[in-house]
């Protein structure tokens, strides 16, 4: 069994910062690609972020520059920081992993947490 946890949402003001963390527990051992998507209402989800075991990253055209990702291996833990954010960033943004348990490889999902940019 594995679980990600999500924290970090909220309400921001145009322009402000948050940060987004998602830690991975269970069984299992191996982390391969961990990821961030978002999902805003009447709209496909799609990939804002990723980060690779080896830390290359890739990025949503529209939040380079505004968002980077990055991970802590020794916790499974995968952070978002998205600053300047802007209206069109308010989706539920949900943690992706890629990772080993003892039955084998599988993808794994965190609950969403809510993102939303208004004044």
């Known amino acids: 069994q594995v679980q990600l946890v999500e924290s970090g949402g909220g309400l921001v003001q145009p322009g402000g910062s948050l940060r987004l963390s998602c830690a991975a527990s269970g069984n299992i051992f191996r982390i391969n690609v961990m990821g961030w998507y978002r999902q805003a209402p009447g709209k496909q989800r799609e990939l804002v972020a990723a980060?690779?075991?080896?830390?290359?990253?890739s990025y949503l055209e529209s939040v380079k520059g505004r968002f980077t990702i990055s991970r802590d291996n020794d916790k499974n833990t995968v952070y978002l920081q998205m600053n300047s954010l802007k209206p069109e960033d308010t989706a539920v943004y949900y943690c992706?992993?890629?990772?080993?348990?003892?039955?084998?490889?599988?993808?794994?999902w965190g609950q969403g947490t809510q993102v939303t940019v208004s004044s």
């Open positions: 992706n992993v890629d990772g080993a348990v003892p039955s084998g490889w599988g993808d794994y």
């Open positions: 980060i690779t075991s080896g830390g290359s990253r």
